[in-house]
Each structure stands twice: as structure tokens, then as C-alpha cells.
């Protein structure tokens, strides 16, 4: 049985709450806050198999697995899966990136939006960006129009061949989201899309306040939280 050294453990956990309760017969519920409480202390063994990771610095593997680091460790994973099928999706296409299908999306929901605003609504930097849009442009699925008011910059919007690809491209995106969400039950997606949700309105503020600049800025965040 792969999982015996799972079990191992836990028939062990379940010794040393007994022992804690001086023999008195444990509940599944003081089980699971006993349980919930062990996880949460520090410990040099409790890393999982991991297959990218060896075992010849343990003090790595510590900091890897300390909870935040982890937490971390596995958004970018889950980011790189994630772009890694949106390309496959967009196979095909004049779309070359996920930045690309994401900015023709959030142009179809405005009307227009200059330059700097859909840059910033896209989470990219300014080189980034504006090579994203360039891209759009030189596909015909973006244009571009002067500023009567200001004629240094440009206003950008979705064309009607730009709407036509993105409602193709629905489809098969939607199989990505599908995919993204592996195995989970609704009840899990719910709970997963509430602490997102809760991630992103924390991490949209400061990327609009522009609050980290620096590693002090980190530091100073971090320490804050």
C-alpha cells in the first residue's frame, strides 16, 4: 500500500492524543483540531514527495516548505500550468500569449481604454504591454485613435474581428477553466474562489498603490501582515 507510511503516522497521532487526554477515547473532532495543530508547528520532516526537489540540503527544503513559502511555491506552479493551456488554446490564432487573449478580453467589456489603462487592468509593465497591444493592433483585432484632448496619447478599442476570434476562443478557454479546477468538488471550488477572491482584492490594492517598489517595500509588507 503506497499510503502505509500516511497511516504509520497517523496511527501514531492518534497514540499521543490519547496520551495527551490520559487515555480517554478521542472524537473524529478532537482528532481534526489535534490534527490541525500539528500541521501548523514547525517541522523538518513534513515535506511532501515532492518530485522536483532532492534531499541533499534539508535547510532548503525546510525554508521551501515553510508554510507562506509553500503557498508561494505552488501559485506559481498553478500559474505556469494555467498559461501553459491557454496557449494550447490559442493555437492557431494571432493570439500569441495569455497577456494577449487577456487584453482583447478586458477590451470587450469597455467601450475604449487608453493605453495605460488597459496595461495596468492587464498587470503587465509598460514594455510588456505595449507589445501586447502592438501585437493586436498589427493583427486587426485592436484599434487605435488619437485623444482629442490629448493628442500624445492614443485610445484603444476591440474591433469587430476582434470580438468575432474572442467568442471562438471562449470555447476552448472554457475547457481550460475546467481543467484548472482539476478534481474538485463544487463545494471546494466555492471555498477555493472565496479565499482567491479575498487574495486578489488584498494584492490589486497595493498593485494599484504602487506600494512595493523595493525589497524594503517587501520587507515592510511582509512584517505588516
Known amino acids: 500500500m503506497k499510503s502505509y507510511q500516511l497511516i504509520h503516522q ?9 496520551e495527551e ?17 500539528k500541521v501548523g508547528e514547525p517541522n523538518a520532516n513534513n515535506h511532501s514527495n515532492e518530485v522536483r526537489f532532492g534531499s541533499s540540503d534539508s535547510s532548503a527544503l525546510n ?6 513559502n509553500n503557498i508561494g511555491r505552488l501559485f506559481v506552479f498553478m500559474s505556469r500550468y494555467a498559461k501553459f493551456y491557454i496557449k494550447k488554446a490559442l493555437d492557431g490564432t494571432p493570439m500569441q500569449t495569455p497577456e ?32 501586447v497591444i502592438r501585437r493586436l493592433i498589427a493583427a486587426g483585432l485592436v484599434r487605435q485613435w488619437d485623444d482629442d484632448q490629448d493628442k500624445r496619447s492614443k485610445h484603444i478599442a476591440i474591433t469587430d474581428e476582434g470580438k468575432k476570434l474572442l467568442f471562438q ?17 463544487v463545494a471546494e471550488k466555492f ?7 479575498k487574495l486578489e482584492n488584498f494584492h490589486l490594492e497595493h498593485y494599484e498603490k ?5 525589497k524594503s517595500d517587501l520587507k515592510k509588507l511582509a512584517q505588516e501582515n
Open 100 to 131: 494577449d487573449f487577456t487584453a482583447l478580453a478586458i477590451l470587450l467589456t469597455h467601450p475604449y481604454l487608453s493605453k495605460s489603462e488597459l496595461i495596468s487592468h492587464n498587470l503587465q509593465e509598460k514594455t510588456s504591454g505595449t507589445e
Open 169 to 185: 476562443v471562449f470555447e476552448h478557454t472554457s475547457y481550460v477553466g475546467k481543467i484548472i479546477t482539476g478534481r474538485l468538488t
Open 10 to 18: 497517523l496511527i501514531n497521532l492518534v497514540a499521543e492524543l490519547e
Open 21 to 37: 487526554n490520559q487515555g480517554r477515547e478521542a472524537s473524529l473532532q478532537d482528532f481534526t483540531g489535534f490534527l490541525l495543530n
Open 63 to 68: 525554508i521551501a516548505y515553510q508554510l507562506d
Open 210 to 214: 504602487k506600494t512595493i517598489i523595493n
Open 191 to 197: 471555498t477555493l474562489q472565496y479565499l482567491l477572491q
